[in-house]
C-alpha cells in the first residue's frame, strides 16, 4: 500500500511550484493521503510548503496540518491571514481545529474565528477553547452521530446520513431524549434488522460508558486502554452528550507520554526533536547538566573532607568514580520500575514493604557485586601494602551503596507520588545526582571505619 | 461509569468462595467487565483465582484472562486441564488464542488443540501458530466481516448478521472475489442507502490498503498511526484475504516498545514489573551493574596511571565523579535524542551533518557549564597554591570531555542502527559506562597537558 515519497518525486513538485503549474501540480496531489502530503509540506522549503498550501484544497491541506508537528504547524499558520487560517480550521474536525487555534498568537486568534463561516463550527470551537488541553473535554470532537430515543428507524437512518457527511468514522450511535441527555446506544446490528417503523426507544441499548468533560485526559486513556473502547461520549454534569473522545486521540495521547518520561530519565526537560535548534535543545538538556555539576562539585567537596587519608590509600580514590557510577545505576533501575508501575497502577501496598522488597534486592545485588569487586582488587593490587585490607574496605563499602541507592531510588518516586508530583521527573539525574553524592560519602565513612 | 473494587467487595468475594456460594458469586460476576474480572483474579490468592475461573463462563475468563499480565496467565492456565484450557480458548478470538497457546509448554500446546471442539477455529489456529508473533500474522485475528463482490445487498446483510456475531467490532467489511482475493471495501452508508436488490459489485469502494502476513509488526504499527486506521486486513503472496489487524492490539504493541525501550534506558535488559521476584529482577539488572562495575574498574585503572601526579595535584582526583557525571549525562542525553528521533524516521541526512551538529551543541554547553565550574573552584580554591592553574585544568578538560561525551552518545546509536541492531540498547549504562572510561581518560590527559 506504500506511497513512496523519493528524491526525484519531490524534485519534481519542486520544479512544478517553481514554474506555477497547478494545474499538473493539482493533479498530482490528487489522491495522495494526508499524512503523505504532510511528509512533503515537511521536506520542501518554506516558500514551496507556504505555495502547496494556498493551492491544494483546504480538505487536503487541514488534514495534513494536524500531522505536522506542532512548531511547523504553527510557523506555517503564522503566515496566513487570518482569512487563510479560518479556511483551513473550517474543513477541521474541532478537536483539531481548537488544538490549530489555541496555538496561534493570541492576537489573532479572534479576528481567525470570527472568519469562520459555518456558525455551528464556530460556536463549538468557541465553546471548546474554555476547557482545560489535558481534559476529556480538550480530547473530545464534537463531531459524532446523535439520534434521538423517539425517532422511528427509518428517521434515524435519514438523519444518519446526513450526520455521517461530518463524521469521519461512525464507531457508535449514541440515543439521548429531547434534552440531549445521553440515554443509550444503538448498534448498527440492530438497525439494520429493524422494521423501518420501529422506535428507537424500543431497540437501543440502555448501557452505555461515558465520561465528564472535566475527567482528566491520562484517567480517560487509562481508562479506554482497560476496557478496550474505541470511542467514548462525554458529557456534562446534567448528563448531557457533549462530544466522544476517540481512540486515535488516545494513542497520540500515550504516544506523548511515553515520549516524555523517556526523555526525563534521560534528563530533558521539555518536549525536543532531534532536528531542533541548537538553542532549543540547550535549554532542554542544559538545566539537568548543570545539577550534574552541583552534584559532582558536592562530591569533590566531600572527598576534599577526607584529604587525610589520601596518602596512604589513594586506591580509594580511584575508585570513586565506580561508587558513583554504580550508585547512579542502581538509584535509575529502582526507580524506573517504580514509575512504571506506578503509571500501571501496578505499585500497590505499602511503602515499606517496597522499601524492604528493594533493599532485599539491593542486598542480593550488592553482594554479588561486591564479591566480584574483592576477587579483582584483592588479585590486580596483591603486591601493594595493606592490599587486602583496602580491597575489603572498597568492596564492603560498594554493597552499602548499592543498598542505599536503591532506598533512595525507591523512595523519591513513591514519595513525589504521594505527594501529587509526576514521579518521572524522579528518574534520571536527579536520582543520579543524590545517589553520587550520598554514595560518596557513604563509602568513605565505611572505608575509613575499616580501615582506621 | 467506573466500577470500584474495593477491600470490602474483595473481602466479600473471598468469603463466598470460601463457603462455595456459587450462586452469589455468579450473581455478583454477572454484569461485571473482564477487565474489572482480570483485576480481581489478580488481587485474590491463587486457590481463589482458580476457583472463579472454573466458575465463570468462559466467556467472561477467556477475555479476563487476555487482560492478565503473561506470566500470571501463564501460571494459571498451567494448573487447569487441557480439557479446561481448549474451553477458554474456544471463546477467544483467534489472535488471542494463538498468543495465549503459544506460552503454553510445548508438551500440551497439542492436548490443548486437539480438544478444541470449533474445526474452523481449531484451522484457523493451526494455521496462525506458523506465523512470526511480530509479524503481521501474529497480530491479526481471523474474525472479520467479508462479503463476495457477486452478492447482493439483501444476502450481504443476511451474512453479515451471521458473520457479525464472530466479529466484536465491525470496523470494515471487506469484499473478496470468489477466491477470496480482496479486492475492496464497502461502507456501511452505502450498504444503508442501496436498494436491497444492487449488487455489491456495484457499491464497492475499490480502494482498500492491506499489508502482507510476513510485514513486520513495528511497520504495520507505523503505517496505522500515520494513516489513522483503525484496522488494516492482512493477505499473502495471492492477496488472498487472511484476516486484519485492529487498532487495540497495535495500541498494546506500542505501550509495550514504550517500555522496553524506557527500560533499556534505565538499564534492565527484560520486561519486568514491580512486582516480580527478587531472582527475576536481579536477572534483568545485574548484567548492566556488572557492565557499570567493570567501567569502574577501568576508570580506577586509569587513575592509577595518573598516580605520579596525585601528591601534587590531589584536587584533580576529587572531580572524577563530576567528570563521569557529566560524561555520562551528556551521552545518554544525545543518545536519547537519536534513539528516539530514529524510532519516528526523524533523523534524516548524514552521519557527518548530526555529528558536526551535536559537536556545536556540546561546545555551547560545554563552555557555560565548563565557565560556571572555572568561576566556581577558582573562587573556592583560591587560597590553595596553583589553584588558577588547576581551576582553569579542571574547566577546560570538562568541556572537552561534554564535546566528547555528545559525540560518542550520537554516533553509537546512529552506529548500532547502521547495522541493524536495535539503537535502544545504546542508552542507558552502555553509554554512561563508555563514556565513564574514555571521559577520565581524556580529563587527565588535558589536564596533564595543560598542568605540565
Redesign the interface.
Known amino acids: 500500500?506504500?506511497f513512496e515519497i523519493t528524491d526525484i518525486l519531490l524534485e519534481e513538485i519542486k520544479v512544478h511550484i517553481r514554474n506555477e503549474d497547478d494545474k499538473i501540480l493539482l493533479e498530482l496531489f490528487e489522491d495522495v493521503?494526508h499524512?503523505d502530503v504532510a511528509e512533503i509540506l515537511d521536506e520542501v522549503n518554506w516558500d514551496e510548503a507556504l505555495y502547496l498550501l494556498r493551492l491544494l484544497d483546504s480538505e487536503t491541506t487541514s488534514e495534513a496540518l494536524m500531522?505536522l508537528d506542532d512548531d511547523v504547524r504553527e510557523r506555517l499558520l503564522d503566515s496566513l491571514t487570518p482569512k487563510e487560517i479560518a479556511e483551513e480550521i473550517e474543513e477541521m474536525d474541532t478537536d483539531d481545529a481548537v488544538d490549530a487555534i489555541a496555538e496561534l498568537d493570541s492576537a489573532i486568534q479572534e479576528a481567525v474565528i470570527e472568519q469562520i463561516e459555518d456558525e455551528e463550527h464556530k460556536a463549538d470551537i468557541r465553546e471548546m477553547l474554555q476547557y482545560d488541553e489535558d481534559s476529556a473535554g480538550g480530547l473530545m470532537a464534537k463531531e459524532l452521530i446523535r439520534v434521538k430515543e423517539t425517532w422511528t428507524v427509518a428517521g434515524c437512518?435519514r438523519e444518519?446520513?446526513r450526520q455521517?457527511e461530518e463524521v469521519t468514522?461512525?464507531h457508535s450511535i449514541y440515543v439521548v431524549t429531547k434534552e440531549d441527555v445521553l440515554i443509550g446506544r444503538l448498534s448498527?446490528?440492530d438497525?439494520?434488522?429493524s422494521d423501518t417503523k420501529t422506535k428507537i426507544s424500543e431497540i437501543y441499548i440502555p448501557k452505555v460508558?461515558?465520561?465528564h468533560v472535566n475527567d482528566d485526559g491520562e484517567d480517560v486513556a487509562k481508562?479506554m486502554?482497560?476496557?478496550?473502547l474505541?470511542a467514548i461520549p462525554v458529557v456534562d454534569d446534567e448528563k448531557k452528550l457533549l462530544g466522544r473522545i476517540t481512540?486515535?486521540d488516545?494513542?497520540d495521547f500515550?504516544?506523548d507520554e511515553?515520549?516524555e518520561?523517556?526523555?526525563l530519565?534521560?534528563?530533558?526537560t521539555q518536549e525536543?526533536?532531534?532536528?531542533d535548534s541548537?538553542i532549543e535543545?540547550?535549554r532542554a538538556?542544559?538545566p539537568?547538566?548543570?545539577l550534574?555539576?552541583i552534584?559532582?562539585?558536592g562530591?569533590?567537596?566531600i572527598?576534599?573532607g577526607f584529604?587525610d587519608i589520601?596518602?596512604d590509600y589513594?586506591?580509594l580514590?580511584?575508585?570513586?568514580?565506580?561508587?558513583?557510577?554504580?550508585a547512579?545505576?542502581?538509584g535509575?533501575?529502582s526507580?524506573?520500575?517504580?514509575v512504571?508501575?506506578l503509571a500501571n497502577d501496578?505499585?500497590k501496598g505499602s511503602i515499606s514493604n517496597?522499601l524492604l522488597?528493594e533493599m532485599?534486592?539491593a542486598a542480593?545485588?550488592g553482594l554479588?557485586?561486591g564479591l566480584?569487586?574483592f576477587a579483582?582488587t584483592a588479585l590486580w593490587y596483591r603486591n601493594e601494602p595493606d592490599s587486602l585490607h583496602t580491597a575489603l574496605a572498597i568492596s564492603i563499602s560498594l554493597f552499602a551503596v548499592i543498598i542505599m541507592a536503591g532506598i533512595i531510588g525507591t523512595f523519591i518516586p513513591l514519595f513525589l507520588n504521594k505527594r501529587g508530583i509526576d514521579p518521572a521527573i524522579a528518574?534520571?539525574?536527579f536520582i543520579?545526582?543524590s545517589n553520587?553524592i550520598f554514595g560518596?560519602l557513604i563509602y568513605f565513612w565505611i572505608a575509613k571505619l575499616i580501615l582506621f
Open positions: 500500500m506504500s493521503h499524512a500531522e437512518v444518519m446520513r455521517a468514522r461512525v448498527l446490528k438497525l439494520l434488522t460508558d461515558s465520561v481508562l486502554q482497560k476496557y478496550d474505541e481512540i486515535d488516545i494513542v500515550i504516544r511515553a515520549k518520561d523517556y526523555q530519565a534521560a534528563g530533558i525536543v526533536e532531534a532536528d541548537i535543545l540547550t538538556r542544559l539537568w547538566l548543570f550534574g555539576l552534584g559532582g562539585v562530591a569533590a567537596t572527598m576534599g584529604e589520601l596518602e589513594a586506591l580514590f580511584f575508585y570513586t568514580p565506580l561508587i558513583a557510577a554504580m547512579g545505576n542502581v535509575v533501575q526507580s524506573a520500575i517504580i512504571q508501575g501496578d505499585v517496597r522488597k532485599a534486592l542480593l545485588n554479588l557485586l566480584a569487586l579483582f528518574t534520571g539525574p543520579t545526582t553520587d560518596i
